[in-house]
């Protein structure tokens, strides 16, 4: 199923980002590309569980909504400096988060919590989203 044209135009444009601070970090394009990478991307980490916590607010068990926070608490832990945190490794984090949260997808698609054409709108940018924290973790 094709997702809601206004879906794929502001997920394309979410992943912009992304690609401006890979482009960065590739030397590609002026800027200091690992800090707008980190930030960016523990914003839309978090943001993912806004959306999962969605997902489970339309009727989901109680596992959905213990799931939908797991996002969040993870940037919380791993990605942001703070006296709790576990430091370093911010970008490893990140990559490991977001291919987390396309797991935590699967399972919401396959509870029928998340809409049908779901994945084929998380899937690609995804990898697109992985890819650039590859790049900005190995560049």
Not at 63 to 69: D, I, K, N, Q, T
Not at 98 to 116: C, H
Not at 131 to 136: K, N
Request: net charge positive.
């Amino acid at each position: 199923m094709i997702p809601p044209r206004i879906a794929i135009l502001l997920t394309g444009a979410g992943a912009l980002p992304f690609l401006a601070a890979a482009a960065m970090i590739l030397g590609l394009i002026p800027g200091e590309g690992r800090a707008l990478i980190v930030a960016y991307g523990t914003v839309i980490l978090a943001f993912m569980s806004g959306v999962l916590w969605g997902f489970a607010a339309r009727g989901g068990p109680t596992w959905a909504y213990v799931l939908s926070v797991l996002p969040a608490l993870h940037v919380f832990f791993f990605v942001t400096p703070h006296p709790w945190a576990f430091q370093g490794q911010a970008l490893a984090h990140l990559i490991a988060g977001f291919l987390a949260v396309l797991i935590l997808d699967l399972v919401y698609q396959a509870k029928r919590l998340a809409p049908r054409w779901w994945l084929s709108l998380r899937i690609p940018v995804t990898a697109v989203v992985v890819g650039c924290l590859w790049v900005a973790r190995h560049a």
